[in-house]
């Protein structure tokens, strides 16, 4: 199985070529990729640079250009789409279908994946993605159990990328206004779920206190792990209880289900993880590659490695093994 | 979190801070040639004030990418800055040499950050962007001695670094 790992800054998309990365992901420096962040992401000419030297040692670029066009403003997009064809890309991640007419009309020979952003969720969707638009591959949302993907697997007539380590989206992609509706911002639409405009910390005495907006999302006392400040991983009080109402802080990581996946015919494994640093990157690549090429058995040891990385130094199988609680 | 014990940071106090900042200044400017574009990545964010409080240092570093400069206060007067980011010296060294990744260190309570987030996010971005490599950046400063001075900051970094990431306070005696 592929694995395909992000990259927000050129520096980043060396470290993860040169560990092993089969693809690397990535994206323009505005609003058209949903990491768009301050001081992250690609100029035309990084880009460029960084596809040919993907290209020279065996590793292929993805580009996500995976908000929703705004109305009026396309040209945004389809300029980034026309760039990124220009500098070889080996595909674009596309999430709006306005965006991807353009390109499959424009583009023909371009290869398309459907971005998790899509929220592309069963059969008749992502055939009708591949029917219309020649989409090569969809990015499943982390919404699905392992034995909903197996059934996908067997209707449609694309590969499929699914997400295995890192930062844990958990409503249905694409649709999740709580970032909207605290800042007037969100991934789908300006690129930024949570933007940094809008975080403060704060300490109170010797807890941190984190505030989206105009809503406190957290308090951690000391000694605590902590995590990012989204309304999805806050902690609220709700009727006589205190607690986390959607999710803990903490990160996806389904690398021990790797046997299942791939019987469910999953064919791309993918990292998240644009907005971390290039010594992230460089550190989960490394483990991943060794964690694919592993016995079942050895993979575990590999991956404990990566806990205290992530969100909430905790990791999670997410809706992956999805039970009843 | 003290990774560097009182002890060898108490001479400080004693050094006037015009020469601390003179020093600094000197290998701010060392590193900034190195990497003139380092600051690109801030955009709008340039104008701003960025301050680094080192945990277990009783100094405050304010950087301005605007002017260039480089600032030196003693943490005994209150920093004005719009960002702030505080970790042990070592932790933020290498942060600024992309060793270490910041959000980790977050998690795991090593470092806050307080103020303005989004322009602490493109500093960092910018930082983690760039190739800085202080063993070699400022080795230069020692003339012909530049293999042997990188050596040896190369030597004590990787040392204080992999006690920091491990967890431990160091015991330099
Ligand atoms: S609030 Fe949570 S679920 Fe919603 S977009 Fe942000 S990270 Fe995803």
Redesign the pocket.
């Known amino acids: 199985m592929e694995l395909i790992c992000p990259a927000g800054t050129p520096a980043a998309f060396h470290e993860a070529v040169d560990a092993g990365a089969d693809a690397v992901y990535c994206g323009f420096r505005d609003e058209t990729n949903a990491r768009n962040f301050p001081g992250l992401n690609f100029s035309r000419e990084e880009l460029k640079e960084a596809i040919a030297y993907a290209k020279k040692k065996g590793c292929e670029t993805f580009v996500a250009l995976n908000t929703f066009m705004r109305a009026g403003a396309e040209e945004i997009w389809y300029q980034g789409a026309a760039d990124a064809v220009a500098c070889g890309a080996d595909a674009l991640i596309l999430a709006d279908f306005g965006l991807m007419a353009h390109v499959a009309e424009k583009y023909p020979d371009q290869r398309l994946h459907v971005s998790v952003q899509a929220s592309a969720s069963n059969p008749d969707a992502i055939n009708f993605l591949v029917d219309t638009f020649n989409a090569k591959r969809v990015v499943l949302p982390r919404t699905l159990t392992i034995a909903d993907i197996a059934r996908i697997g067997k209707s449609i007539r694309c590969e499929m990328e699914v997400f295995v380590f890192g930062g844990l989206?958990?409503?249905a992609e694409g649709r999740?206004s709580?970032?909207s509706y605290a800042t007037g911002k969100s991934?789908n639409m300006n690129g930024v779920?949570?933007p940094a405009s809008h975080v403060r910390y704060r300490k109170d005495g010797r807890d941190l206190v984190s505030e989206l907006g105009a809503f406190t999302i957290n308090r951690f006392p000391e000694g605590e792990a902590a995590g990012y400040p989204?309304?999805?991983?806050g902690r609220f009080d709700i009727a006589d209880s205190n607690g986390y109402a959607f999710e803990d802080p903490v990160s996806l990581d389904v690398m021990g289900e790797l046997e299942a996946l791939k019987a469910a015919g999953v064919s791309a494994l993918k990292i998240e993880g644009r907005q971390r640093g290039k010594a992230y990157v460089a550190e989960v690549v490394k483990v991943m590659k060794a964690a694919v090429n592993s016995p079942p058995d050895r993979r575990g040891a590999l991956l404990s490695r990566l806990r205290s990385m992530s969100e909430g130094q905790k990791t999670t199988s997410g809706a992956y093994e999805k039970r009843w609680r | 979190m003290q990774l560097i014990p009182p002890l060898l940071t108490r001479p400080l106090n004693a050094v006037p801070l015009v020469v601390i900042e003179r020093v600094c200044r000197l290998m701010f400017r060392r590193i900034g040639l190195a990497h003139p574009g380092l600051f690109e990545r801030l955009g709008e964010h340039k104008a701003k004030r960025f301050a680094f409080l080192p945990t277990d240092v009783p100094l405050a570093f304010i950087v301005e990418p605007a002017s260039d400069t480089i600032f030196v206060w003693r943490k005994t007067t209150d920093v004005i800055a719009d960002a702030v980011t505080e970790a042990p010296l070592f932790m933020l060294l290498a942060l600024m040499e992309g060793r270490c990744d910041a959000d980790a260190l977050f998690f795991s309570r090593d470092l806050s950050v307080t103020g303005d987030m989004e322009a602490m996010l493109a500093m960092r971005n910018a930082l983690d962007a760039s190739s800085i490599d202080l063993s070699k950046d400022l080795a230069r400063l020692a003339g012909p001695f530049a293999p042997m001075a990188g050596r040896v900051i190369g030597e004590i970094r990787n040392r204080a670094l992999d006690r920091a990431l491990a967890g431990e306070t160091a015991s330099w005696n």
């Not at chain 1, 989204?230 to 991983?233: D, I, P, V, W, Y």
């Open positions: 989206c958990v409503m999740c709580l970032s991934p779920c949570s989204t309304l999805c991983k």
